[in-house]
């Protein structure tokens, strides 16, 4: 059996949007009790991450990271037709990931306590992002 | 055919434990033939990693390189609750990632001479940890 | 419904072969219209990207990132057997990952606009590479 959804989400600006929740009613929705899922998102300069979701301060620490690791208006990039913030999120979106896997387990995503599903945004604006859900199993 | 199971693994604080074996003869007893695997960690301080299984120094140059990318104690971070390798735990868990898919062909993993299966401990006392393996295919 | 097959791209040293048509073609021929399909690199010093595919200048500046994050013939590593880009190539494939999933409707890749698909080669010289798709759905 296999279940797949396209949905938008909103993003407003450089930051993360969580979306376990709605991850959980799409796996609901699909109606399948075992198997996998895979959440996938259709640009390169936003990704998925899997994160703690307990503390707010994680995401913060995970952007200053990131921030320090690709700075925005670094001068060693050419491709900077969109601004400084062009290249990086390329690149953040490359170090993260664009596709992210998980199990589903009595039809719901079998995470971690403490494991919340993530869009990061890496422009600087707000984009609407595209996604798609697929569930596969009986 | 969706075959999966949940299973543990104590670490002995940060560094690697290999998986393969274990993984091998999961696949085996999964009965499916021809088809894909995917491995879950559900922490978000421990990680999958494929690497060359052969000289060791390869994942203590690893170790190497992600304590000099991440240091222990970075006083940019705030979510610091847990002591100094919290949220280094984090983000090295968010650049390796918490899942890992291969293909399965004539009922094993079908990986290359080289690589191997790794869970990778990134905080620096030992942990529990719970993982997910499932196999679907023919 | 499962479809599976291996082949091999000839590499020309360090820098990217993109892989978008003849992914595609393969996933033509699955003949399956809905569903996932998971490539997957059996190496551990080259690994796949999903990267902007309109400006060459993005991949070149993946590049300029990587080089200057992992520098070749850094002293701190000890697995130097084949060279200065021996373990900068296993760093640099763990970072961007062996195993990359993605959508497939209407017999053929639900990739955005502006996404296509990469075998990224680390070392300096070229290699044969083997590759595995796997497509499953309906």
């Known amino acids: 059996m296999i279940w797949q959804q396209a949905f938008e989400i909103q993003t407003r600006g450089r930051g993360t949007t969580e979306l376990t929740e709605e991850v959980c009613d799409m ?3 699909s109606g399948i009790r075992t198997g996998l899922a895979q959440l996938f998102v259709h640009h390169t300069s936003a990704s998925l991450m899997l994160c703690e979701n307990a503390d707010p301060d994680v995401r913060r620490d995970m952007e200053t990271f ?3 690791l690709v700075p925005d208006g670094d001068r060693d990039f050419v491709h900077t037709m969109e601004g400084p913030d062009d290249m990086p999120a390329h690149v953040r979106s490359i170090l993260t990931g664009s596709d992210l896997g998980f199990p589903v387990g009595q039809n719901r995503p ?4 403490w494991q919340g599903l993530y869009l990061w945004e890496h422009r600087l604006h707000g984009h609407r992002r595209r996604l798609t859900l697929t569930v596969y199993g009986e």
Chains 1, 2, 3 share one sequence.
Request: aromatic share 0%.
């Open 110 to 113: 079998v995470l971690g306590t």
């Open 66 to 68: 990131m921030q320090r």
């Open 27 to 29: 796996v609901a929705a």
